[in-house]
């Protein structure tokens, strides 16, 4: 589909840069999500009052006006590390975070690393929390979001960014591990050290991740290319995703990573400059429709992959059976293939609730609704 790059653009162009009020509830698999509930608003002033309210025992909706801005809050440290990928200006270098140089790049060249601690790691979040950003107010900078051992989360509306980003285990946007019922919505991640969003290796359970923009725009990244590679790693060990009208752009890998026992439904995203591979399938199930690749040199790892894959190839049929409806097409423009062809996992969909689908021409609108800056 050669006309599919600037018909995109053409649509996006006539778009306003703002789309209307932010939903009040999940699609998908953490449609059950109500974050803080009726809890009274509070509007922390300080970083201390947004670690306060965030990760107290109460019930809260924290919405967020103003730039929270945590780098030099907790020191910077400087000590030796590594340089996996060469010492060129383009490329990352590494934090020894648990002697991860010399258990893994023995051979790499030592370097001295300067970071800020802040950023290393995020910030707790309690149960039964909402919080939200005020239009184009709600940033975050220099340090993540922690949400472990939590349940009943929702982030929405808020803009993460300036984690370490020169370094690999500068610092995590958002970690989710040993959790259920998170809803993360129109959420910006930009200059991240790690992982824009991960899933950890303990079961995450029912998770919607919907209309947010991962940005892997830098000036240091382990490919040394300009394009941020650590994107979203989904490693639970009984997870159930939803990931839906999310903006992936200019990563150059882990667009998404999954592995453990992950579920997967991809759908109605925008898969944009990538110039290698968007899903890792190292285990785990993926079900991938209704999403536009644009740009992207290989819609899956071209190394092959270990889990299971249904991209829709020829037709949706085969999920009419567990979905209830058939399975959208998925797009590409200047892009490789995606394929797979498995569909005996999904009967994994049957009872649960799942996320609508339209066909892919309605990605085309993500470039501009995604992510932060919502009225």
Same mark, same amino acid.
């Given at each position: 589909?050669?006309?599919l790059?600037?018909?995109?653009?053409?649509v996006?162009?006539?778009?306003?840069?703002?789309?209307?009020?932010?939903?009040?509830?999940?699609? $998908?698999?953490a449609?059950?999500t109500?974050?803080g509930?009726?809890a009274g608003?509070?509007?922390p002033?300080?970083?201390?009052?947004?670690?306060?309210?965030?990760g107290? /025992?109460?019930?809260?909706?924290?919405?967020?006006?103003?730039?929270?801005?945590?780098?030099?809050?907790?020191g910077?440290?400087?000590?030796?590390?590594c340089?996996?990928?060469?010492?060129g200006s383009?490329?990352?270098?590494?934090?020894n975070q648990?002697?991860?140089?010399g258990?893994?790049?023995?051979?790499a060249?030592?370097?001295?690393v300067?970071y800020?601690?802040?950023?290393?790691?995020g910030?707790?979040?309690?149960?039964?929390?909402?919080?939200?950003?005020v239009?184009?107010k709600?940033?975050?900078?220099g340090?993540?979001?922690?949400?472990?051992g939590?349940?009943?989360?929702?982030?929405?509306?808020?803009?993460?960014?300036e984690?370490?980003?020169?370094?690999? +285990?500068?610092?995590?946007?958002i970690?989710?591990?040993?959790?259920?019922?998170?809803w993360?919505?129109?959420?910006?991640?930009?200059?991240i050290?790690?992982?824009h969003?991960?899933?950890?290796?303990?079961?995450?359970?029912?998770?919607?991740?919907?209309?947010?923009?991962i940005d892997?725009?830098?000036?240091?990244?382990?490919?040394c290319?300009?394009?941020?590679? +650590?994107?979203?790693?989904?490693?639970? #060990?009984?997870?159930l995703?939803?990931?839906k009208?999310?903006?992936?752009?200019?990563v /150059?890998?882990?667009?998404p990573?999954? /592995?453990?026992?992950?579920?997967l439904?991809?759908?109605?995203?925008?898969?944009?400059?990538v110039?290698?591979?968007?899903?890792e399938?190292?285990s785990?199930?993926v079900?991938a429709?209704?999403?536009i690749?644009?740009n992207?040199?290989?819609?899956?790892? #071209?190394?092959g992959?270990?889990g299971q894959?249904?991209?829709?190839?020829?037709?949706?049929?085969?999920?009419?059976?567990s979905? $209830?409806r058939?399975?959208?097409?998925?797009?590409?423009?200047?892009?490789?293939?995606?394929?797979? /062809?498995?569909?005996?996992f999904?009967?994994?969909?049957?009872?649960?609730t799942?996320?609508?689908a339209s066909d892919?021409?309605?990605?085309k609108?993500?470039?501009?609704?995604?992510?932060f800056?919502?009225?």
């Open positions: 589909m050669p006309s790059f600037k018909t995109l653009f053409a996006a162009a006539a778009l306003p840069s703002v789309l209307g009020a932010l939903p009040t509830r999940a699609e $998908g698999f449609s059950s109500t974050g509930g009726n608003a509070v509007y002033k300080t970083a201390a009052e947004l670690v306060s309210y965030l107290d /025992s109460s019930a809260r909706v924290i919405y967020l006006d103003r730039t929270i801005n945590f780098i030099g809050t907790e910077t440290a400087s000590e030796t590390g340089a996996p990928w060469g010492t383009k490329c990352q270098t590494a934090i648990n002697n991860w140089c258990n893994y790049q023995p051979n060249p030592k370097v001295n300067k800020d601690k802040a950023g290393i790691l910030i707790k979040v309690g149960s039964n929390k909402s919080l939200i950003g239009g184009s709600g940033v975050i900078r340090k993540g979001l922690r949400i472990v939590s349940k009943n989360v929702i982030i929405q509306n808020i803009h993460i960014t984690l370490n980003p020169q370094y690999v +285990w500068g610092g995590d946007a970690t989710l591990d040993s959790t259920d019922n998170v993360i919505d129109h959420v910006t991640t930009s200059l050290g790690r992982q969003i991960v899933l950890g290796n303990n079961a995450c359970n029912r998770v919607t991740i919907s209309n947010s923009k892997g725009t830098t000036n240091w990244s382990a490919s290319n300009n394009y941020h590679y +650590w994107g979203l790693y989904f490693a639970g #060990s009984n997870d995703v939803t990931f009208n999310n903006y992936v752009y200019r /150059s890998g882990r667009g990573k999954v /592995s453990g026992n992950t579920l439904h991809a759908v109605n995203n925008f898969f944009h400059d110039p290698d591979h968007a899903f399938i190292d785990g199930s079900l429709e209704g999403n690749f644009q992207v040199k290989y819609p899956v790892n #071209s190394k992959y270990q894959l249904f991209g829709v190839p020829t037709s949706g049929s085969p999920c009419a059976a979905l $209830g058939n399975c959208q097409l998925n797009g590409f423009g200047s892009s490789g293939t995606l394929g797979g /062809s498995n569909t005996g999904l009967s994994n969909f049957k009872g649960k799942i996320a609508s892919y021409n309605s990605a609108s993500v470039m501009t609704s995604a992510g800056g919502m009225a």
